[in-house]
């Protein structure tokens, strides 16, 4: 991996690591204060060598909280990512490959919820389930699941016709073994790519549902909370949204390079 | 192209039972939810009858239909006002903001496709995909603030936000319109590119047209056709976009509508917002189905 995304995205893993690290074992990095820690008398504070990205509208250390929300951003990320990935995926094998009135179910659903565009639909569910962490992450998994389940149906649509497949069928193969050992292998490569792309939109869905008040709640910080509370002090205190929104953009930008990348190295077509 | 229109249907169907169920998703007691604590047992069972909160599901979903089908949308339990009402006095200047923020990507988008495409793995398609994927990664409430800093608050050449003067428009449409130029760049690029190895583009070179003819009459025709279609997807996602871009600019819209009724609980409200941009989400796209079909002959005489 020498391509600086690769090296972007270990910086993000590391920092998201600490981060963790940190808010769990409550301590600080020597020399910094800890991520929830007020000092009122450093208001919005410009960086120096006690916070190297200034203080927060709380006087709160800005590089602290950049650190746990890292570790918010990423975390949420993959967990959606890894249940959405699964889920979507069975639902799409069992219809692609069964077809019938559970593939016209699947169809009819994942229209419905592909009809409403961008993150409506992740807001709507996160404003009735109310804030809160537990509750972004059910919202975001409600709505990410349905392109892992349109993608592996249409393969295994046609992955199903494949002799190596009608091979194993008359053999006798088990469904489930035909599905896992002989469909999914070929499905590995685009929905490692589409993944990728998924963790980068997911890092962004949990920042706008944050940015919103729907996410991550005080005193724990969020990368989109974060920035939220930086536009109301953008003209006093432009480091703080500065230092927050470059850190998400290397992220984000870093991830779709990487999915790039993959998707031009396993050779995937991908309909966008 | 009748069967186009009725595939809409189940879809349509779909959305508005999703959007009804959506309150019904609310942990406990929505009306508990709604009014807080401090409410009376008269005040709850009246909310729930209001509502309709009392009745089975099924019943209170027909109710929902005709009350739809009307034109009525209920009302604010926060305001009790009509939310139809509301929705009419908002959705123009979400329209307007969409609408500036798509000729905004239009007018950036395709002429620096082009321009890369034409150029392809020389230094104006470098600086384009470069541009495209900087753009790309960075998200409303990221691009909306930083603009705001440079244009506003820096050079103090607009407005900060608010719906004041006719400047006030120009950054919220530069925050939506951006990240839609970064796709239509990538879309225009990859499309003409493929265009431009058909035989009749070497056939229309090989009679002596001049390149600009080739380009323009020729190549570009073909390759604007899937162009159309990501717009017309797009344009749809513009009006979630504005959810958050109208919040950041304090914009009345219908985005902002959705924003201050979730912050109230203002489950009506919420729950009619989000139906009105998915249905104008639905309706868009089935107009480009529609649009696409009639500019390209291939389905135009298939049909």
Redesign the interface.
Known sequence: MKHWSGYVLLFWLLAALLGLLLSVSGLALPGFAQADQIDLSRLLALPDSSAWLGRDDLGRDILSRLLEGASVALSVALVVTSITLLFGTLLGLLAGYYGGWLDRLLM??T???L???????A???A????PGLLNLVMALCLTSWVGYARLTRVQALSLRQRQHVQAAESLGASVPRILLRHILPLLAAPLLVEATYGI?GLV?AE??LS????GIQAPHASW?SM??D??RY??VA?HY??A??FS??SL??AV??LGDRLRDALDVRRS? | MLKRLLGVL??VF??L???FL??H???GDPVE?MLGESATQADRAGLRAALGLDQPLPVQFGHYLLHLAQGDFGRSIHSGADIAGLLAERLPATLRLALLALAIAVLIGLPLGILAALHARRWPDQLATIAS??L????H??L???L??LFA?WLGWLPVSGMEGRWAIVLPALTLGFGLAAILTR?TRASLLEVLHEDYVRTARAKGLPERQVILGHALRAALLPVVT?LGLQL??L???A??TE??FSWDGIGRL??ES??KRD?PV?QAC?LV??LS??LVNLLTDLVYARLDPRIRFAS
Not at chain 1, 211 to 214: A, E, K, Q, T, V
Request: charged share 5%; proline share 6%.
């Open positions: 009819q659903v229209d419905v919820f009809a409403f565009p961008g993150i409506l639909l807001i709507a569910f404003a009735v389930l109310g980068a962004i920042a706008s940015f919103l008040g729907l989109g920035l939220r930086g536009v953008l003209l432009p949204v500065l927050v929104g998400l953009m984000v930008l779709n390079v966008d | 189940p879809v779909g959305v039972l999703l959007t959506l309150v998703l609310v942990p939810v994927l900087t790309s990664a960075m998200p409430f990221w909306g603030p930083l705001m800093l608050l879309m990501v749809g996602s009006l979630a976009g959810v958050i919040t950041i959705l924003v979730i912050e489950y919420t989000v941009i998915a989400y639905v």
